[in-house]
């Protein structure tokens, strides 16, 4: 295992310096200070000249609301299943929304995941 240090000293994991010229097969990583910041939603939306685009800065805040919504819509199923068990006669349908609500639910979170990758694939082509 190799250490880098900005491009020109390999350092094995023992500590001991074995050369110092620049190995070809050894990629040069640049200090954290020199590293490009990446963009944020509000320098994208502020971008005038639209060199930034801002739906693959959004699109984890979207995955996310709607996680958080097909979970609310799920408890919201499971809760209306317990009160159709309650009815007369009502029972099976009950246990059948109760143990189709979850599977419902992932099926839901999938769709949204695939949709969202879709656009990531989309905007990652073009840039």
Known sequence: MKVLIWGWLDIPATGKIRGS????????????????KPPTVLTALTDTRFTTLVTPLVVSWIYRGCMVVVAMMT??????????MTWRNGWMWGVLGLAASPVL????????????EAVLVRFHRRG
């Open 21 to 36: 010229g620049y190995h070809p097969l050894v990629t040069m990583i640049p200090p954290p200070e020199l590293r490009p």
């Open 75 to 84: 408890v919201w199923w499971m809760l209306l299943s317990v009160a159709v």
């Open 105 to 116: 639910g992932l099926v839901l979170v999938l769709i949204v995941r695939v949709v969202c």
